[in-house]
């Protein structure tokens, strides 16, 4: 399968890049500039330059693909306008074509909730509030495959990602 992805340098991203690869899949890794095109390219994705607000550009690639996957997020007040252009990116590329399109979200999207199910209602704090209208976009968009998987904590290589907080690797974290 031929497989778009973004954030293939980043800290999820550069785990679904080595799964896709090695069940054999061929991922075009969109990246911003070309230091990000070498890593990609070393670890064995087909790099393409390409800046994710460029709706014409980034619709034009994911065209070519067989399906895609969104993992870039900058982690900063830019996040909710990166998420809502490669969402209008994907619906205008795939919509209509039945190809399937995943999108990583976060499971601050539930609030406090402490038993959380598919039936759980969103309760987002600020901080991430604007995610729920660009993920009903994905699951409601025609003609395409929109999932959208809510993970928690990312944690691995020796640290662990609190989206709009910090990334936290034990060298740099005090011993409690």
């Given at each position: ?11 999820i ?40 607000y ?99 904590v ?23």
């Amino acid at each position: 399968m031929k497989v778009a992805l973004t954030g293939a340098t980043g800290f999820i991203g550069s785990h679904v890049l080595t799964e896709l690869l090695k069940h054999g899949h061929e991922v075009t890794a969109l990246v911003r500039d070309d230091a990000q095109a070498d890593i990609a390219g070393a670890r064995g994705a087909t790099p393409a330059v390409a800046d994710l607000y460029d709706r014409p550009a980034v619709a034009s690639l994911l065209s070519k693909a067989d399906g895609a996957i969104h993992t870039a997020s900058p982690g900063d007040a830019t996040s909710a306008d990166l998420d809502s252009a490669v969402v209008d990116a994907v619906i205008d590329a795939l919509a209509g074509t039945g190809k399937p399109f995943i999108d990583i979200s976060g499971l601050w999207v539930y609030g406090a909730n402490t038993s959380i199910s598919e039936e759980s209602p969103f309760d987002a704090p600020a901080l991430v509030s604007w995610k729920e209208p660009i993920e009903r976009r994905v699951l409601g968009a025609k003609g395409m495959r929109g999932v959208v998987i809510v993970s928690s904590v990312a944690y691995g290589d020796g640290g662990a990602g609190f989206p709009g907080c910090c990334l936290v690797h034990p060298e740099t974290t005090p011993a409690t």
